[in-house]
């Protein structure tokens, strides 16, 4: 599937119902989703893998990874909300996906069923809660052999010193991402912000 069909086929998913500002809940654009998708199935990290999306919303990555042919695809977030609608969209677009809601900074989660190829994620950015990101990173490179994330523009070099000894950092992809007025505090119609799409690669 090419990047343009990928994108068509992921616009038509439902967004978040009542989004919730403390959880940073702004879907990722099918533009976005569709890049970062795209070009790591290009990297032969799609395909035939594992995939897990964490902190997977409404399921936009991990319903775009099912349709890119991934073996098996989990996606998990803590909000029950929200994995109601990653459910109905991956109904939607006819793709299996397991969906759970679990909280990525559970010592308890079972992460020998979580264990995948790839992970990929848009990890809350930390506005709201600084460090907020960490717990993703870290269990992503606890699941997985390669991390695709998505990050605020600039953050490269802390991704880079928070997993050093860990991860090598492969390659980072910047792109536009218009964010549409999700939260009471948002106070235009849309801002275009740019975000870096980092691939790590466990050492
Ligand atoms: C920026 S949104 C991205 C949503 C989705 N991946 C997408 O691209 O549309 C961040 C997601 O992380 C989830 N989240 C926040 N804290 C979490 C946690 N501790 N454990 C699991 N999910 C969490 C939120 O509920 C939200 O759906």
Known sequence: MNLRHLEMRLERLEGFERPTARLEQYQTPAPVAARLLHHAAMQGAIEGRAVCDLGCGTGILACGAALLGASAVTGIDIDPAAIAVARRNAELL????EFQVADVRDP???REALACDTVVMNPPFGAQKAHADRPFIDLGLELAGEVYGIFNEGSTPFVAAYTEGRATIEEVIRCAFP????FAHHRKDR??????VVRLKRI
């Open 179 to 182: 964010m549409r007025r999700t």
């Open 108 to 110: 308890d989660l079972d």
């Open 94 to 97: 006819g793709v299996t996906v």
């Open 191 to 196: 801002v275009d912000i740019t975000v870096e």
